[in-house]
T-cell receptor
Framework: DAGITQSPRHKVTETGTPVTLRCHQT?????MYWYRQDPGHGLRLIHY?????DTDKGEVSDGYSVSRSKTEDFLLTLESATSSQTSVYFC????WGEGPNEQFFGPGTRLTVL | SQQGEEDPQALSIQEGENATMNCSYK?????LQWYRQNSGRGLVHLIL?????REKHSGRLRVTLDTSKKSSSLLITASRAADTASYFC??????????????FGTGTQLKVEL
């Protein structure tokens, strides 16, 4: 998976608890993304980063925050998890060289909020 | 909001047959990409076609793009059982796609039977 790892791979938590998912890359790519995947919705962008400490919101950012203190790490935090945040979360990375490039995806984290 | 809608939602064919999947989108785009997702795995990039291109080939894959109709198709020729997966189109919007942000369609589930 192109030098991208996600941790944990599976997590079960209770409503109201904080949760942090980690994405780690070894590719030194500039851009990093967090998506969630739900049946019938495909993948939807939560937040993305265009550099260290540079982040911006995606289309489904409510209830989520992110941080990127190092090039290689991008953290996704659910401050107070809700059942609607039960999903599979994917991290992706990308570079922008001479024109558009593809994104490379991590293996995903399956999160269940009870 | 979902950018792309894919058709059909599910497709079942015999090994050796061709598989065609269609994607429609709503806005003006910089490029369109196709990804494959095997069950329980992350997405893998297949092919990227820019807005000024009409057709692109990669091995057994052929992608077409019609920007006047805001649609794309992915053709897999001589399909194999290993092609069984979900296929997603994703677009980079010309206005809001900074940072190489992708907007995904809902996907087509392809099953190739022996």
């Amino acid at each position: 998976d192109a030098g991208i790892t996600q941790s944990p791979r599976h997590k079960v938590t209770e409503t109201g608890t904080p949760v942090t998912l980690r994405c780690h890359q070894t590719e030194n790519h500039r851009y990093m993304y967090w998506y969630r995947q739900d049946p019938g919705h495909g993948l939807r962008l939560i937040h993305y980063s265009y550099g260290v400490k540079d982040t911006d919101k995606g289309e489904v950012s409510d209830g989520y925050s992110v941080s990127r203190s190092k090039t290689e790490d991008f953290l996704l935090t659910l401050e107070s998890a809700t059942s609607s945040q039960t999903s599979v979360y994917f991290c992706a990375i990308s570079e922008w060289g001479e024109g558009p490039n593809e994104q490379f995806f991590g293996p995903g984290t399956r999160l269940t909020v009870l | 909001s979902q950018q792309g809608e894919e058709d059909p939602q599910a497709l079942s064919i015999q090994e050796g047959e061709n598989a065609t999947m269609n994607c429609s989108y709503k806005t003006s785009i910089n490029n369109l990409q196709w990804y494959r997702q095997n069950s329980g795995r992350g997405l893998v990039h297949l092919i990227l076609i820019r807005s000024n291109e009409r057709e692109k080939h990669s091995g057994r894959l052929r992608v077409t793009l019609d920007t006047s109709k805001k649609s794309s198709s992915l053709l897999i020729t001589a399909s194999r059982a290993a092609d069984t997966a979900s296929y997603f189109c994703a677009t980079v919007d010309i206005l809001t796609g900074g940072g190489n942000k992708l907007t995904f369609g809902t996907g087509t589930q392809l099953k190739v039977e022996l």
